[in-house]
């Protein structure tokens, strides 16, 4: 079963608007953490945001908040003021748990196609 | 440098061909990861080294075979290799959490990429 969908495959947003990405998942644990990367055309998975399953308040960096809302279990990304450079691939990923040994698992979804025009 | 830098970028080879990739961070973690990006389909973890141990072997086949020399490097050798290989491969790295629960102290930082065509 999908742990992570994201039902968006593309976006269109104009430059300086807001746009929101949806990413809904699914868990039966209490901890987790939802994270949000950015992968430009380059390939590299950029870091964007994050939120805990106990955090009470959204998280927000810069221009990047998170519309955490845990009873519907979704965890949207709202980037505002929108820029030519945001033009990028956008996935939302869960961290459910950890590896003996160390390390965490994350499970990611199929991402958004997110295109900022003129 | 900083990050986390991955070579080659780009990699064409041949099925019996033996080539390997290589990672390395430079964010003083102490966890790597190995994951494959296909086309359309979301990314799959295949290896975790954590403290130079391999922790994680995600049913990965055995032409794929990773090295973890010391903290800093994270080595992919390929051989052998079928079409259906070819993807983007990515290197990670994150912090083993020192308390496990909440927080973004792990967070997993990713290298460019390798893209790898095996023709």
């Known amino acids: 079963a999908q742990k992570i969908t994201q039902t968006q495959p593309g976006m269109f947003v104009q430059e300086k608007e807001a746009v929101t990405l949806d990413c809904t998942y699914d868990t039966s644990d209490q901890s987790y953490g939802l994270f949000w990367y950015k992968q430009p055309s380059s390939g590299e998975m950029i870091f964007l945001i994050y939120?805990?399953?106990?955090?009470?308040q959204n998280a927000t960096e810069g221009r990047y908040s998170l519309n955490f809302q845990k009873a519907r279990k979704s965890a949207n990304l709202v980037i505002s003021a929108s820029q030519l450079g945001d033009s990028a691939m956008y996935f939302c990923?869960?961290?459910?748990?950890?590896?003996?040994?160390?390390?965490?698992?994350?499970?990611f979804g199929t991402g958004t196609q997110l295109k900022v025009e003129l | 440098e900083t990050g986390v830098t991955q070579t080659p970028r780009h990699l064409v080879m041949g099925m019996t061909n033996k080539k390997s990739l290589k990672c390395e961070q430079h964010?003083?973690?102490?966890?790597m990861y190995w994951y494959k990006q296909s086309a359309k389909k979301p990314l799959e973890l295949m290896f975790v080294y954590s403290l130079e141990e391999r922790v994680e072997n995600n049913s990965v086949p055995s032409r794929f075979s990773p090295e973890c020399p010391n903290s800093s490097h994270l080595f992919l050798h390929l051989h052998t290799l079928q079409p259906e290989d070819s993807a983007l491969y990515l290197c990670a790295s994150s912090q083993v959490a020192p308390i496990i629960g909440q927080g973004a102290a792990d967070t997993q930082y990713f290298g460019p990429g390798t893209r790898l065509t095996v023709l």
């Open positions: 939120q805990g399953s106990y955090d009470e």
């Open positions: 990923a869960m961290r459910e748990g950890w590896i003996t040994g160390g390390g965490n698992k994350l499970t």
């Open positions: 964010l003083g973690h102490n966890a």
